[in-house]
């Protein structure tokens, strides 16, 4: 009975258990039933607002127009104005077009490989291609990586703006179906071919093969041309091999690669290929000089223009019926070119050559470039204004020696370097360009008289790195620097656009904009592309006005003066370069022969770089000394045409300027008494600037001259004068007396005379004058002179004055005291204290003249009426003396022991 128990038990649980395990199963499937139909619904709602957002998208996409795909539409160029200076059309481009039967199959495997190597199998678009992107634009942002097919560049190309939208995206896709729709494979090959831009103005395959190699016909193209031409249309500038051939080999050979990749070529045919120098590939670029002989107006500043907008917009000027807006200035252009094809400045010498870059300083903007000299009415011939010329000499050291060291050393205008024989780290001496030594000087001194050792010493302070960071943010773009830079000694040169840049970044408070010649450009649909470059700061605001203002100094008083215009704030460096030995030796050339010069300034408003130099090697392609100012005299003539001379440049509160004792070391602050010869202004970083003065006493005062006493017997006075032809700011005159009879006085004045009153009867006195300045503690040397006063019995007997002066000055009396009373009988002259005696009866009193009298340097014999020496009658208190002032009157000298001396003629 239990047993049948149990076995009921275990039935009922057996069946249970059974029982919840498939309604756990049931749960399981309706859950995966959910998630499955929700999954679904929104697939279907994405789908369904994927198609409507495409179609939405879509809508307005241009129509499939064949006559944009067959005839090209030309491109207008506005000045800065907005007033239209070209068009460009078919009719200037280098075109020549192929048909898809004359593409050789080297070619088409080469532009497959690289652009589309699924170009047969898809219908417009290559979802596998498509889908690489996505994840790279996921990854890396959108427009990382494009995904674009032959065929939708073709779109791109013909009907769209390069804009990297959603929209547009969009549009290319449906266009790009419909033309493949519309066209066969091989003719939309064929447009692709035909229509992609080569640089130098190339376009289209046929034409690439022409330019570059020199080929006609198409099927003459060897593996390693048709490589470097299926590469170029990605970058075509970077890629252009005349100007970067390293970049263009290493494109070429990717292009290589990608060929045995995809089984076109063999890995051994890729590898021979790749050995294939670029150099060798080439037609010789100096035959593209003459290959244009149709006249484009502006064409140096077109040029630019052209680079500009196909590389930042990636579109065809010649057929995609742009607006392009620009910065040039017509006016200052027109001037340009008449300066460069001028004989006025230029010597006849044959290949010598000459370029200018002109742009607004705060903006970036290119308002003129002159690239070249008698350019035959070619079009778009070589540019040297924006192409590399050569060297920049001494111009560099703003950019790599002195710029970081105020930057990132905080040195003074007034930090001192030594110029001194000296030698590069590795021990190779150098020279500055006279071959002579300077000593100590300040890093101003050294800018502006372009020392070469200073300059040195302050990128090897600075250090390497530091200056190539300082450097390519003014755009110079070095992938490394060495010592020999410090002086300009670049290997692949500049241009002058490019140092008219960084120039530009001083005068603009440190903040560095791209030159540019385009601000936008409207296509066809009227939609706009704004290609106006970021400001970026390169620098310290305190760093570009130090080097401004030590620029200034180079023009003012430096190698720049011939630059200086009056009126205009203008800082600037010159430069000149010299061949190395070998170059000399080949062509026979004199030591120190100078293949380059330049001149690299700014205002406020303009940055203009001029270089001279020449196109060609040969026994004469040196510069005179008169050539080598060439730069100089062509900035100043351009510069003192286009600047009005408004504006200053203004310094910010992060540098302070002051008066610094010359040659001081660390600098000091001139001293109250420093001279002003020997005072310097310099600028410093606020909170470097220094703070002990400098310990200068003050120069002596000059002293007096002509220098006369004279004692008058009729006024019983000795009257002191003297002059004074310095400065008495702050000064006065100090007047020592004393006589033979121990009497002394000490009387201080401003005016130029002195007269004593009843001086001591037959005593010698002695005048001492100094000049002196109290608050400065300085005083002059000493004039003197004496004078003889009678004594007073032979007074009384003969009238007569027996006073000897001995001045001290060249100009006084010699010691002789003209007699002036050899006709005065008048028994009263002189004898007693009851003034002038005779007729006349004046200061009756006491005797004295109330007001000063006229020193008596030329004393005459009065009339018989007259009881006094002189010319005239009357009351004497407004005589004057002969310096047209006052004199002084003194009391009585003081005699040793300090009494008082009684009144003799009391």
Known sequence: MSGDYRSRVERKKATKQVQQKKAKKRKTTSFFKKLMITLLLFMMIGMVSGIATFAYFVKDAPPLDEAKIKDPLSSTIYDMNGHKIAELGAQGQKRTYVSYKDIPKVLEDAVLATEDVRFYQHHGFDLIRLGGAVVANLKDGFGAEGGSTITQQVVKLTFLSSEKTLKRKAQELWLALRLEQKYSKHEILEMYLNKVYYSNNVYGVAKAAEFYFGKTDLKDLTLPEAALLAGMPQSPNNYNPYEYPEAAKKRRDVVLSLMAKHGFITKEEAEKAKKVPIQSMLVDKKKHKNSNSSSVPYDSFIEEVIKEVTDQANVNVYEDGLKIYTTLDPDAQNYVDDLLNSNDLFTNKENLQSAIALIDTKTGEIRALGGGRNKNNVAFGFNYAIQRVGQPGSTIKPILDYGPAVEYLKWSTAHQLVDEPYAYSDGTPIKNWNGTYEGPMTMRMALAKSRNIPALKALQAVGKERAKQFANKLGMGFD???????????????????????????????????????????????????????????????????????LKSVVQYGTGTLANVPGLHIAGKTGTTNYDDDTIRKYGLPDGAVPDSWFVGYTPNYTAAVWTGFSKRSSEAYLSTYEQKIPRLLFKKVIAHVDDGSGDFKMPKSVVKLPIKKGSNPPKLAGKYTPESEIVYECFVRGTQPTEVAEDRPEPLSPVTNLQGVYDPVTNTITVSWKYGGQLENGSFEVHIKNDKGESNVVTTNESSLTVNNPTPGAVYTFEVYVINKEEENRSEPASTTVQVPGGEQNEQNGDNQGQTSPSDENGNNGQQPNGNENNNNSGNNGTNNGNSGENNNNGDSGNNTTPTPPATNPTTPPPQNGGNGGGTGNNSTNNNNTGTNTNQTNPLQRPDDVPAANPNR
């Not at 692949?492 to 385009?518: C, D, E, R, T, W």
């Not at 290609?531 to 310290?540: N, S």
Request: proline share 7%; aromatic share 12%.
């Open 480 to 550: 490394e620097i060495y010592e020999s830079y410090a002086i300009g000694g670049l290997g692949k040169g500049v241009s002058p656009l490019q140092m008219a840049g960084a120039y530009s970044a001083f005068g603009n408070n440190g903040v560095y904009i791209k030159p540019h010649a385009v601000t936008k450009i409207v296509f066809p649909d009227d939609t706009e592309m704004d290609l106006t470059p970021k400001p970026k700061v390169a620098m310290k605001d305190y760093t570009a006005y130090m080097i401004t203002d030590m």
